[in-house]
């Protein structure tokens, strides 16, 4: 999988690519990232990537030229890849949509600054604007580094664990069950009995049940979406908002 990255800050991207996971996908080819500068594409001699909106108002807006010079350098004219604008205008990322972009060879990630872009690059250059949550950042960079980072990690052999992705939050559409390592107990708070019982169908049904009461109590939202079995259908009409055990232990 290839990301090409267009910014105007390629400097912010290096001290992440070169760390943990993403070092080691990159260094055993699963994963090539290009950092393109679009000031590197401005014709005038100040390299000048942004303006003042037409029609007047605050802030200033970003360049067609130097943006769509720097796709057609590194791109061509018609790739067809996904060429995705990073902005808080577009559709919400969701796991679902990092698992979708995984199955892509390449796809092109478009950084703003300033206030905005030219209308211009949404109309006839991206093929998709995607938002990381409501809220504004000063630039598309960190949204652009977590598309890379949460894609990536679908990517076969990118993670040590290949159940890793597939056991996450969100990929069974529940928030992930409690977990714990050594010691068995830490500061008198022990690790709950089933997990050493060695019972796997026991482990199994009370991660199941924990998974639900997590996400019952934090995310009840994405139960709407789910499609339950009767067992966790009653376990859920068991859980009374606040005396259960189960949601205590999720606190
Ligand atoms: N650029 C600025 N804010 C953003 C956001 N919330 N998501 C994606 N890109 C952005």
Redesign the pocket.
């Known amino acids: 999988m290839r990301f090409d990255i267009f910014t105007l800050f390629p400097e912010v991207f290096t001290p992440y690519l070169e760390s943990s996971i993403l070092k080691r996908a990159i260094s055993n080819h699963l994963l090539e990232v290009s950092l393109h500068n679009i000031r590197d594409w401005a014709a005038d001699k100040h390299h000048t990537t942004d303006d003042t909106p037409y029609g007047g108002g605050g802030g200033m807006v970003m360049k067609p030229e130097p943006v769509f010079a720097s796709f057609e350098a590194a791109l061509g004219e018609e790739p067809k890849f996904p060429r995705i604008l990073?902005?808080?205008q577009?559709r919400p990322f969701t796991h679902a949509i990092a698992r979708d972009l995984s199955r892509e060879t390449r796809i092109a990630l478009l950084c703003?600054h300033y206030e905005g872009f030219d209308e211009r690059i949404r109309e006839h250059l991206v093929t998709d604007e995607?938002?990381?949550?409501d809220?504004?950042?000063t630039?598309?960079e960190l949204?652009a580094m977590i598309l890379v980072d949460s894609i990536s990690r679908f990517l076969p052999g990118v993670l040590g664990d290949p159940e890793g992705a597939i056991d996450d939050s969100f990929a069974s559409g529940l928030l992930e069950y409690p977990q714990y390592t050594r010691p068995e107990e830490f500061r008198g708070w022990k690790v709950p009995d089933v997990l050493l019982s060695g019972n796997h169908a026991a482990i199994q049904k009370w991660r199941r049940e924990q998974a639900l009461a997590r996400t019952l109590l934090r995310r009840p939202d994405l139960l709407g979406n789910l499609e339950l079995s009767k067992a966790d259908r009653k376990y859920l009409d068991s859980l009374s908002a606040d005396d259960s055990p189960a949601e205590r232990n999720s606190k």
Not at 130 to 133: A, C, K, L, P
Request: glycine content about 34%; overall charge neutral.
């Open positions: 990073l902005t808080p577009g703003g995607i938002s990381i949550g809220y504004v950042l630039g598309g949204a």
